[in-house]
């Protein structure tokens, strides 16, 4: 029997969520689905990502410009012929408005909205990609949502789209129980993401300055082009806060710590929490949707964006250290439902049921 062939495009494999997600996603299809093959094709450049992805899975490159969009996409369209693709599974949005201008007629497409798109909690919006998204949408293309807050967010203000399903992000199986519950005055808190605007670490740092509490420490794990600023305040307000840069995460990392935290303006279906929760560590979120939806509920929760709550979390949870055991043990139970088998189940079912085939 033929394979089925799945080529799946994405903007960079750059280290974040959705190139995670899509990364191990193709890695685990490999070991425990055979009768699929696989080809990944990055839209504008590759990135540290590759050298992870399953050796068995061509990556290839169309690097993309606004000098060679015409040639690109007839290339593209090419390329699919040529491996006798049967089903194109875009990942973020201008791969997948990308996908929809290049395939065959006779070609599947399914596209992954990591997202949001559009909306209040967008935080690059796009006039072009917008009336892009109306023009090349038809109803026999697929949207695969990560959460049901990001689906809502984009039917309302993207109606058009009316073909979609639900699937929830699932972390790398190396993630497991290693959290021990430490009943030291300290509270050492972790957070993971990399130092951009829709992270909102300065309210972090808001929050961690008022509570004038010098048993919490607070490490993040990520890099971007907000570094500087943030080192700038940590000096000034003489903070518990360490900038540790780009790390290899693991359930033994995050278990050096008493809780993680994240501040996020918004996400979508952050795989960071999902990390944490199959390590068995408590939570304490921003008071989002996608919050209260990945972890059915299960966190401490500060209310939306204001630094003085969180500073009063912070210093509650210090104070009492033992209702993390509760919450940890929760994370645990609610962390079981992202299962990377179970993801590529239900996407399977898909690629059958959207392919040329």
Known sequence: MAKLRVLHIIDRLVVGGAEELLKNSINQFIEEHPDIEHT???LYAKGKLEEQVHKDCEVLCLELSKKNVL????????????KSIDVIHAHQHDSSLFARLSKPKSVGLISTYHNHYYGPKCTSPSKWRNILDRWTYRSKHLIVFISNEVKNQTVKHQPVITNYEVIYNFCHPRFKKEYQYDSSENLKIVMVGNLRKSKNHHLALEGLGLAKNSNIHVTIYGEGDLRSGLEEIIAKESLNV?????????SELLAKFDLFMMTSFHEG?????????RSGLPL??????EFHEVTQGHAVFFKYNQAEDLALKLNEIQKNKDILKE???????VGEAYSPSKYCLELKKLYYSYSSN
Do not use: H, R
Not at 242 to 250: P, R
């Open 284 to 289: 304490l979120l921003n008071d989002l949707e």
């Open 71 to 82: 040639p690109k996409i007839f290339g593209l369209k090419k390329l699919i012929k040529s």
């Open 40 to 42: 990944l094709v990055c």
């Open 242 to 250: 360490k900038l540790a840069g780009i790390e290899f995460i693991t």
């Open 269 to 277: 279906m952050p795989l960071t929490i999902i990390e944490a929760m």
């Open 327 to 333: 919450y940890s043990s929760n994370s645990l139970k």
